[in-house]
């Protein structure tokens, strides 16, 4: 495979930058999302993440099996402190 072609599509980010993270000491989803953003755009690694440690498994000599996914974690979005409390009906 090509070293040019994008994995994460999101955040426009190249196998061959995965394999550098790789070799800077990355051995886990995690830690390449750390060291390269790949993981972090709007899928969330839904698309990337597979790849990512399909490439990991090739270039530490694991298994993808062994290679560990990446932390799924719900997303964070502003939220009214008022949607907290319960309201009778026809309350505002």
Same mark, same amino acid.
Request: proline share 5%; charged share 30%; net charge positive.
């Given at each position: 495979?090509?070293?040019?072609?994008?994995?994460?599509? @999101? !955040?426009?980010? *190249?196998?061959?930058?995965? /394999?550098?993270? &790789?070799?800077?000491?990355? #051995?886990?989803?995690?830690?390449?999302?750390?060291?390269?953003?790949?993981?972090?755009?709007? @899928? !969330?690694?839904? *698309?990337?993440?597979?790849? /990512?440690?399909? &490439?990991?498994?090739?270039? #530490?000599?694991?298994?993808?099996?062994?290679?560990?996914?990446?932390?799924?974690?719900?997303?964070?979005?502003?939220?009214?402190?008022?949607?907290?409390?319960?309201?009778?009906?026809?309350?505002?």
């Amino acid at each position: 495979m090509n070293n040019d072609v994008l994995i994460c599509r @999101c !955040q426009e980010v *190249t196998r061959q930058e995965i /394999i550098e993270a &790789i070799r800077d000491g990355a #051995t886990t989803v995690d830690g390449v999302k750390r060291r390269t953003r790949a993981g972090m755009g709007l @899928c !969330q690694g839904k *698309t990337c993440g597979r790849l /990512i440690q399909r &490439i990991i498994a090739e270039e #530490t000599g694991q298994s993808p099996a062994e290679v560990l996914p990446q932390y799924a974690r719900m997303p964070v979005r502003p939220i009214e402190i008022g949607k907290f409390r319960d309201k009778a009906p026809g309350e505002e």
